[in-house]
């Protein structure tokens, strides 16, 4: 075990309905190599000797691709450090005696569920209602690799669809907007043959969702690509943009 | 709660913002193109004839309105985006750094935009609500030989006032910052984003937002100092 000694800021909510608030935890023996959700196991173990309420925060991979951890840290979703999500934050990054506060992403969107833990199905249901391509899957299926595809156009829909889901870019956006979300899987199939076809029921479906959930408007600040643990760029923000008003002004 | 249609969704509010922002803009190239007469330096002259010019101009005059409905339509659905936006978040963060990931104006389009209301309002009630002689204010119009309105003479009249120079100097300062982001975010809402465009935008953009507001501050603080007479 480590050396480091911490002290944690964390908000504690027991389930949906109730007030909640922020909870000191000090933790001590904290090795500077252990992820931060490591570090929040030994702190649960800690609890759960003591026969207290462990924390309940999300995780599933552990190694960034999955998408399920969360956790604003210190004022910055998956803490400080760029292109990396919670899983991948290692204690490295705090000094021995550091205060790290920790709540769950914040939006009229993401009800918290418990503690850290949020429900962020509304990124789901935004995919649900046009993230797709209406492909024949009966037997008779076409070589993908028979439609050429020009290299640029690519790699900038697989940019885009490295997108996991995570909603870091709603967590950090001042208006809790989920653009970057949306863009990002409008993006990764409009810019392909296969879901060119569907493009302009996809923007209107999308979008039309998402403001349903009661996401926020995109200002342009561009917190989003910043904080986006995936390094996603705010033009695919732009060629929704494009997406979305062709759509709207040629939809019959 | 469903937005949708030409007015209701998110993205449309976008462009809407986007359009008026753009013709304001076009409105204030105009407007500081017909002010900076003053910086001839000939007693307001050539200034008092441009502005005679756009004052009795009838496509001026209709834009004149127009420019107002653009004004108000900018105002209305700055408003209606910044309820939202409130609304997209109830509980605010007990800690959050924003400043790591973006400008404080980009995040304050809405303060800064309310700060330049503000000064419009004085600067209309200044100079549009005497030149158009709006309720009992033609007496207080300043006329030229000629028996013309001499706007030049109001200008240097109204800049006597140093705490008037200093509201002029503070809401060219809002504007600045409110430019320094509303300029390329216009093209970003409208999808104007090209890798080989976007640092043009950009160059121009903080260019634009540094000049006008300089040019249009420049002209109650020398006309305060006497260096415009």
Not at chain 2, 109 to 129: D, K, R
Request: glycine share 8%; net charge neutral.
């Amino acid at each position: 075990m480590g050396n480091m000694k911490l002290t944690l800021k964390i908000w504690r909510q027991n389930g949906p309905n109730d007030q909640g608030k922020i909870v000191d935890y000090p933790v001590s023996d904290v090795s500077e190599d252990m992820s931060f959700l490591e570090m929040l196991d030994v702190l649960n173990d800690d609890l759960v000797r003591k026969g207290e309420d462990p924390i309940a925060f999300d995780h599933d991979c552990r190694e960034g691709i999955c998408g399920m951890c969360s956790l604003f840290i210190n004022g910055e979703p998956h803490g400080p450090g760029r292109g990396i999500t919670t899983c991948q934050l290692h204690m490295r990054m705090f000094k021995d005696g550091d205060t790290i506060h920790v709540e769950p992403w914040r939006s009229a969107a993401f009800p918290v569920i418990k503690d850290l833990a949020t429900n962020r199905s509304a990124l789901d249901r935004i995919q649900a209602a046009g993230g797709f391509v209406s492909v024949n899957t009966s037997g008779n299926l076409v070589d993908g690799n028979a439609l050429p595809i020009p290299k640029d156009d690519a790699d900038t829909a697989f940019d885009a669809a490295t997108c996991i889901g995570c909603g870091a870019c709603v967590a950090t956006c001042p208006n809790g907007s989920a653009m970057l979300f949306t863009a990002a899987k409008v993006s990764q199939l409009s810019l392909l043959p296969q879901g060119k076809p569907e493009r302009k029921r996809r923007a209107l479906a999308m979008v039309e969702q998402m403001d349903k959930e009661g996401f926020g408007n995109c200002s342009n600040t561009g917190a989003c690509e910043v904080e986006c643990p995936k390094g996603i760029s705010i033009s695919h923000i732009a060629r929704l943009h494009r997406e979305y008003l062709v759509a709207t002004v040629t939809k019959e | 709660m469903a937005r949708q249609g030409l007015f209701g969704s998110s993205l449309v509010k976008k462009y809407w913002m986007a359009l008026t922002g753009f013709f304001l803009i076009t409105f204030l190239v105009v407007h500081a193109g017909v002010n900076a007469m003053i910086f001839w330096n000939d007693g307001g002259v050539t200034f008092n004839m441009v502005a005679h010019f756009f004052g009795t101009n009838i496509i001026i005059r209709t834009m004149e309105i127009v420019l107002f409905l653009g004004l108000i339509a900018h105002v209305v659905d700055g408003l209606m985006l910044w309820r939202q936006n409130r609304a997209a978040r109830p509980v605010k963060y007990a800690m959050e750094k924003g400043s790591a990931s973006r400008s404080w104006y980009s995040a304050s389009m809405g303060i800064l935009g309310t700060l330049i209301l503000l000064f419009l309002i004085v600067h209309l009630w200044h100079f549009w609500v005497k030149s158009r002689g709006i309720v009992g204010s033609l007496d207080e119009l300043p006329l030229d030989p000629e028996g013309q309105e001499n706007l030049f003479a109001l200008m240097v009249r109204t800049f006597e006032n140093p705490i008037v120079v200093v509201i002029y100097v503070l809401g060219c300062v809002s504007l600045f910052w409110h430019l320094l982001h509303g300029f390329k975010s216009a093209f970003q809402s409208l999808g104007l984003n090209h890798k080989r465009y976007n640092p043009i935008i950009a160059a121009f953009g903080v260019a634009f937002s540094i000049i006008v507001p300089t040019l249009f501050a420049l002209m109650p603080v020398s006309m305060y100092f006497g260096w415009i007479q």
